[in-house]
């Protein structure tokens, strides 16, 4: 499921919900996907009537679903890459898990959306947060949580140490942690590869054009990841990328938190 007999393309699958919108979400990651070079395909786990006000409705798409969207992929395209956002139940998460076990040396980067960038709750009961924990996690290449995501996953509710949250989730069985919005007031991540911490900085962008940066942010890692990159150049690129997206969002769009744009600026790579 992992080889490319076709040619040198890399493919990515991104596993998460639709966003009606087009900024987040599966949109988002194709998008993001396409701009760094590799054909996406997805598997849609849940619909959300969303726009840049914030989500207004959300449903998720029954297992049995969602198992056929993941066989139709990796049996016929395969992937190189497999980036998985929101996640909607345990037993959505359990079938994920028994799905993608199999997949040989294929980075999964893990981006545990559970709120909206506008502050819509998106999933993540108790029951899911510990199936993340005990299935999700030791299948991860790289979690990328934001601060918040990071406490709820570790349960270290006070800590406000990016490099500690970072541990505690390699701890829990990913190979590496990439906390996300790490530095109050600035643009910046933290990464924790296994073996040493890389703080990852840049100015902060007052667009008003962050709708999607995450998802963005997590689909270009992967797809950098899919591609062959180092892991520390991959998020320092990724990072680097969302950043001008953002200084050259897409204003003309929406009344609230405007989306990225990935197709304006100069690549940073």
Request: include cysteine; hydrophobic fraction near 45%.
């Amino acid at each position: 499921m992992s080889g490319n007999p076709a040619g040198p393309r890399a493919r990515c699958l991104t596993i998460g919900s639709s966003d009606s919108g087009g900024g987040a979400g599966i949109q988002g990651d194709l998008k993001a996907f396409a701009r760094a070079g590799v054909y996406g395909a997805s598997v849609i786990v849940g619909v959300t009537a969303q726009n840049t006000l914030g989500v207004t409705a959300t449903t998720s798409i029954g297992t049995d679903m969602v198992g056929h969207q993941l066989k139709a992929v990796l049996d016929d395209i395969g992937t190189d890459g497999v980036k998985i956002g929101t996640t909607w139940s345990a037993e959505l998460i359990w079938l994920l898990v028994d799905r993608l076990v199999w997949l040989d040396e294929v980075p999964v980067v893990l981006d545990p959306v559970m709120v909206s960038a506008a502050g819509s709750a998106l999933g993540g009961d108790e029951e899911a947060v510990t199936a993340v924990r005990e299935g999700l996690l030791p299948l991860t290449w790289v979690a990328t949580p934001n601060m918040t995501e990071a406490r709820r996953l570790t349960r270290l509710e006070e800590e406000k140490d990016p490099a500690k949250l970072a541990e505690a989730i390699v701890e829990l069985g990913a190979r590496a942690a990439l906390i996300t919005d790490a530095f109050p007031g600035g643009a910046g991540d933290w990464l924790f590869d296994g073996e040493r911490h890389h703080e990852i900085t840049g100015p902060r962008r007052a667009s008003g054009c962050d709708h999607g940066a995450g998802c963005a942010h997590s689909a270009l890692l992967t797809a950098f990841l899919a591609r062959g990159m180092p892991l520390t150049r991959a998020a320092r690129t990724a990072h680097a990328t969302v950043s001008l997206a953002i200084e050259h969002g897409a204003a003309d769009i929406g009344n609230g938190r405007h989306p990225v744009e990935l197709t304006a600026g100069s690549l940073p790579w």
